[in-house]
């Protein structure tokens, strides 16, 4: 089976190049595309199932956006509606002009000109979304831009494809079959949205019913692939199709036990696409026009990027927001290759365009995961250039707050579920408070309501000025950006060195820089739910409070490492037998008839002379703890006693019938 030993090639030579990238820093989709570039046929050939490979690839697209899909939900895309249809046109269509023109004046024919406008106006959703993840930025301002415009790409594709036949002299569409393909669409978007009220939910109740791991997971896979071939055949994206199969499942309460199942499968499939990339680079070619290519891959990323940031401020979005859309929107999409394809079939390009273009596509993509990684620090050092502060702080500055004025009052960073249960407190005790957040819809909705909050970027100064930092008694960052959180903490405590700042990151790696910033307390999201979750468990263990809070102070003061290798003596009880193997619990209840109803405890002599200790008496349904000695035991009391087992028995005696 050559199919078999091509795939058994690919995951061993991946191993190993994925091992040699990690010992030198390299980012792991590098590495994938690196693992086509040499198994490929341009490399040294080692695969010859090529179009096996890109099977594998349409599902690793599959996969990974139906997670993402997973993780959002259609409340949260239509939130995006502003940045995908405003942002979106304006990147593709400013993009698609500036690449034609260019194109044009450098010599090339008017259809080939356009088409090349078309492939350099996508981005690749599954290497950006795949980093997004990866950095857990996809509910950043700067992600939840970022997908809105790579959704309106997607959708973009489809007039794209019915006007490429022109450009080449073929045939044109006739007006009833363009008719037909936009009705095709619309019913199938219409079908999606019925499944995600009503179609899929009650089909996951009837599935998780029969209490089958196996008939669960396959009818996830079923409904996932299922979406996504309608789209396809209705003329939309593949990867599109996968993201709205997410977004059905997530609209229902199985969305967390689907991520858990398909997660195993996402990044080996989605390894395979991104291989199936590298192995279209010509290495030949490269090395006949290293200089040509090398300016125009760093012209197209700049270009790119400077567009894809003029859109993001254009639509309203902060300085240093906007940098980081533009910087993570500035490669070539995967789906432009659909295109490059289609193009090649109506002989739009002419002489080597078509391998020029995959050499420059494939190197874009290439230095994505390296822009993505020094895009925060340039960002930030880029928007502290002399600009205007309307520029820096975004088109929806301030509009109706006023300047706050108080003193000892607390800043809130974020206003998604921990800023709105920190708000809920403080009102509660009375506390003032001002909150910072950068969503304006949400700003809208929550100002009309009274809440003091206020829209801007908190790592500007002038935004952190405007909520009277320098006179709050605390501040608490509670946003998923780390770069960000880094950024308002280090600027918070120059602007207040006596502020009371705590932060919350979702990274370990991020307490000891956050401190050294100056953050007084630094909460790693999941540690800090492990401590919670355990000091829980140990109270049924009875361990005694005050342990519990020292253990769980302990863990805190030495930055977590106790979690991440635990050495301690054991203080808990797993069970009474275990810490006390010659006591133990047993209860039973006062016969009508013994010897003991009506006697007090006292009288019965329980502890002086059995040595056995009454815990608690259960009268009808009223329970006596710790009980007194002049209580008098009735008939069908339940008894809880401690202590050795063989006294316990003889106890029991007293409380049983009378024998004759």
Known sequence: MPFLGDILLIIGLSAVVLYLCHRVG??????????????????????RQIEAVRILAELGIVALLFTIGLEFSFRNLLQLRRTALLGGSLQVLLTLFTATAVAHFLGQPPGEAILIGFLTAL????????????????DTPQGTSTLGILIFQDLIIVPMMLILPLLGGAAQESPESILQLVA?????????????????????????????????????????????????????????????????????????????????FRDVFAGFFFVSIGMLLDLGFLAENPVRVAWMTSGILLVKALIATAAALIVGLPLRTSLLVGLALCQIGEFSFILAEAGNKYAVFTGN????????????????????????????????????????????????????????????????????????????????????????????????????????DATQEAILQHVNICRARSLAVVIN??????????????????????????????IQPLK????????????????????????????????????????????????????????????????????????????????AVGKTLAETQMRKKYGVTLLAVRKSNEVQTIPDPDIRFEAQDLLFVVGQPDRIAMVEDLFREKRI
């Open 26 to 47: 390299i980012p792991v989709i590098v590495g994938y595309l690196l693992t086509g570039i040499v198994a490929g046929p341009y490399g040294f050939g080692l695969v």
């Open 123 to 138: 981005s690749s959703t599954a290497i950006v979304m795949k980093l997004l993840q990866d950095r857990a930025e996809i």
């Open 353 to 456: 365009r078509y391998q020029e273009f995959l050499a420059i596509s494939v190197l874009t993509m290439m230095a994505t995961p390296f822009i993505f990684r020094g895009s925060p620090r340039l960002s930030e050092a880029l928007s502290r250039l002399p600009v205007s502060r309307r520029l820096k702080r975004g088109k929806f500055h301030m509009e109706g707050a006023r300047r706050v004025r108080a003193k000892d009052h607390l800043v809130i960073v974020g206003f998604g579920f921990n800023g709105r249960n920190l708000a809920r407190a403080a009102k509660a005790m009375g506390i003032p408070y001002a909150v910072i957040e950068m969503n304006p819809d949400v700003v809208r909705e929550e100002r009309s309501k009274g809440e003091p909050i206020h829209y801007g």
């Open 184 to 264: 095709e669409e619309i019913g199938v978007i219409v079908l999606i949205v019925i499944a995600a009220k009503w179609v899929v939910p009650w089909t996951l109740l009837k599935v998780t019913q029969t209490r089958s791991r196996e008939l669960f997971l396959l009818a996830i896979v079923m409904i996932g692939l299922a979406v996504a071939w309608l789209t396809q055949t209705a003329g939309l994206s593949l990867a599109l199709g996968a993201f709205m199969a997410g977004l059905v499942i997530s609209e229902s309460e199985y969305s967390h036990q689907a991520l858990g199942n398909i997660l195993p």
């Open 481 to 510: 950006d780390a770069a960000a959180t880094r950024r308002i903490t280090e600027l918070s405590r120059r602007l207040n060195p006596k502020a009371y700042i705590i932060v919350r990151t979702r990274f370990i790696q991020e």
């Open 516 to 595: 050294d910033l100056g953050a007084n307390e630094v909460i790693p999201e999941e540690f800090e739910t492990s401590v919670e979750i355990f000091s829980r468990l140990m109270t049924t263990y009875m361990v005694p409070k005050d342990e519990i809070e020292r253990f769980a102070e302990e863990i805190r003061a030495g930055g977590y490492e106790m979690l991440r290798s635990l050495s301690r003596e054991a203080t808990a009880c797993p069970s009474i037998e275990a810490c006390l193997p010659d006591v133990e619990i047993r209860s039973f209840r006062v016969h009508a008839r013994s010897e």
